[in-house]
C-alpha cells in the first residue's frame, strides 16, 4: 500500500482507531450507514509520539435496536482523532438486490457537467480479506461469495487520496462519509468532486448518467 508524504501517522491512527471498534461484539451482520473521522486540536497539550492502543476510548453515542452509534477516540501529538460509526441492521442483501443495487445507464462519455473525476476504485476479495484480518472484522457480510466492501476501507482510502490535503498542523477538520447503497468485491467505482459544494461522490463506473439522483450514489464524503 503506497503512502503519500506526511500521511504515514494519519493512515496508521485511523486503522488503529477502526481497528478498535472489532472488540464491540454483538453486531455481526450490521452495516455502516455513516462514519466521521474528526481531527481537533486536544484539550490538553499531550505531545506523544506513538500510539498507545490501551489509550484509545471507546463510548456508545446511541445504542437501540436497530441502530447504534458508536465512537473511537486518541490523542497523538497535540490533536485529539475520533472516528464515529452509525451502523444499522439491515435486511438480508440476496443476489436478485444486488443486482438491482448494481443496475445504473451505461453511456459511452466520461465525465458529466459540475463534477470533476478524481480517481476510480476497485476492491478484490483479497483486498477486503487482508483488510477484516488486520482490523479484526469478522462481519459475515465481508465473507460471503461476493462480500460487501467494508466501508472503513473506502472511507481510508479516500482519506490516503483526497482528503488528507485538508489536513494541516493545526487541523480542526470532519470528514463524514454517507453510505446510500453497498459496494460488492469487484465493483468498479467512479469517484467525483462536486463543484461549488466540495462533496466527493462515487458512483458505478459508467453510472454517472444519474450523478445528480442520490439513488445512483454509492456514498459521498462531506467535508466540514
Known amino acids: 500500500m503506497e503512502l503519500k508524504p506526511g500521511e504515514t501517522d494519519l493512515f496508521y491512527i485511523y486503522m488503529e482507531l477502526v481497528s478498535s471498534f472489532s472488540k464491540i461484539e454483538g453486531f455481526n451482520g450490521w ?15 499531550i505531545n506523544k509520539t ?33 472516528v464515529i ?43 477486503i480479506k487482508r483488510f477484516t484480518e488486520f482490523t479484526g ?12 466492501v467494508p466501508g472503513f476501507l473506502m472511507f481510508g482510502d479516500i482519506t490516503r487520496k483526497e482528503l488528507y490535503k485538508y489536513i494541516t498542523v493545526n487541523s480542526q477538520v470532519k470528514f463524514i462519509i454517507c453510505f446510500r447503497n453497498p459496494v460488492f468485491a469487484d465493483e468498479i467505482l467512479e469517484v467525483y468532486m462536486e463543484a461549488g459544494t466540495g462533496k466527493i461522490i462515487a458512483v458505478q463506473a459508467d453510472g454517472y448518467k444519474g450523478i445528480r439522483k442520490k439513488t445512483y450514489y454509492k456514498w459521498e464524503v462531506e467535508i466540514i
Open 31 to 45: 452495516m455502516i450507514a455513516k462514519a466521521e473521522f474528526k481531527i481537533e486540536k486536544a484539550q490538553c497539550f
Open 50 to 82: 506513538s500510539i498507545d492502543k490501551a489509550a484509545i476510548s471507546r463510548e456508545f453515542l446511541k445504542h437501540r435496536k436497530n441502530y447504534s452509534v458508536i465512537s473511537a477516540c486518541t490523542t497523538y501529538k497535540n490533536l485529539e482523532y475520533t
Open 85 to 127: 460509526m452509525h451502523i444499522i441492521k439491515p435486511y438480508v442483501i440476496s443476489n436478485k438486490n444486488r443486482d438491482i443495487v448494481n443496475k445504473a445507464d451505461n453511456v459511452p462519455e466520461t465525465g458529466s457537467p459540475g463534477f470533476k473525476y478524481l480517481f476510480t476504485l476497485k476492491y478484490t476479495i483479497e483486498d
Open 137 to 148: 472484522d469478522n462481519n459475515p457480510v465481508h465473507q460471503t461469495v461476493t462480500p460487501v
